[in-house]
């Protein structure tokens, strides 16, 4: 069975850009977490409409690899994949730019879940099952 | 004839909360230029090829009142109002959020067109044509 | 007795800036708090160690008004006034740029003070003797 | 001779925040970025009154790895220290929360100089004579 391909689409903005004329470096991070929640939100595993499961996944790293500029008004699809090492959770980006029609991004984040008291845990069964129909191709890192 | 209404919409990213659990209440004035963003760009005054068109509108005012928080999550619809008046160009605003379902913010921005020296000028022919068919109800703000 | 006189000053950063080369006009409303933070704190009003008591001043509406822009590394002097009406508390700010020796904004918050569960209160003791020393020049804005 | 120990001091606004209560991560980025500046301006290579200094230097890479949370109100204490590799420039960053008294977020960040076309060049001599004077110790990632 072909595993699912994420994708999170979004545009850039103005107040995204900085006085080089492209969106500042630390937007890709905002952008990876954008991609993040609504993987997350679509897998069921964050409920909106109960903030604290947002809250449930602490950031232990994050890295970026720029590639290419992008600018105001360019339309970004970001590719999500994870996985599951241990007790961590680790998700991988790349960004591509669909107005440029070039990839601008590669990252990854690392991530522990946490209980209702915020303290780390092991991942629970509902990360096993969902994280076994997910892809982890080569890393883009 | 009805008058177009013009809508931008957009879901409340995580890094747009505050401690308060709420949105931060600075991110209001990125989703008003969102809208005007939007709005100038569907009525082409602002063409995304040429970013110099997005810096032809400076920013003389913004006012923003809050009428109830948001959320991590909610979805927000964006209403975009334009006027003229004399050689300045009035845009007011008026969020609502459709998952809680109520008006969160009422706010306005007032702008001067520039040309390419970043000289404030009068408003061009093409915002007489385009604003003789955008309608001005009465002041959210 | 002379009134004291309350400046916030605060250096422009590179990620303030937008694609026009200025500060973006949505980050003046977080030089405002950060300068309404500085004057609350060092009038005993919000004490770091209780962060529910910076939560306990809502947001009920901004404005500013842009006169001048200011640039990436621009030394910024934020002067900060405070009034009560009713029960509502008004902060007016006016921001000097130092580097360029002009005034670049004036602005202005009203609040309402919340009490533990977040519900609008009648401002306490405190304010009212806190206020009493407090200055209000005619309205800059 | 002991070379220079380079740090930049902050304090963390409440803007910074987001829902769990702690500094968002996506503004550690901005953190480096900020004693990036301090540290390129204390030496000569950035020129305030040059805004395309700061253009000369693009981001190739970031990384954060994340060791405690930090909040509002907290002073922070950002160590930088930099070493140039071939035609690379590297930054590693520690960042001391002196309110807390722990070490919140340990950092990188790599940077290729650009010419004023905004093509990559060899770091110019001035970098190299800098850099001499500079210590890296451990990398603290």
């Known amino acids: 069975m072909a595993a699912e391909i994420f994708y999170w689409q979004r545009r850039v903005q103005f ?4 006085l080089m ?3 500042h470096h630390s937007n890709y991070i905002r952008f990876f977490e954008e991609a993040r929640v609504a ?4 897998h069921g595993i964050l409920d909106y409409q109960k903030p604290e499961t947002a ?8 890295r970026c690899r ?10 970004l699809k970001v ?9 961590r ?3 991988q980006y790349r ?10 991004a590669v990252g990854m984040s690392s991530h522990a879940p946490l209980n209702k008291e915020l303290k780390p845990i092991r991942p629970g069964r509902e990360w096993k099952s969902i994280l076994e129909n997910e892809q982890w191709t080569e890393t883009w890192l």
Do not use: R
Not at 55 to 62: D, F, G, R, W
Not at 66 to 75: I, S
Not at 79 to 87: F, L, R, S
């Open 21 to 23: 004329g492209i969106v």
């Open 15 to 18: 107040y995204e850009t900085d």
């Open 95 to 104: 960004i591509e730019n669909t107005t440029q029609q070039n990839f601008v």
């Open 39 to 42: 993987w997350a939100q679509s």
């Open 89 to 91: 959770i680790f998700f």
């Open 79 to 87: 590719q999500v994949q994870v996985k599951m090492e241990g007790v």
């Open 55 to 62: 809250s449930h996944l602490a950031v232990l790293e994050t």
């Open 66 to 75: 720029h590639l290419k500029p992008c600018f105001f008004g360019d339309d």
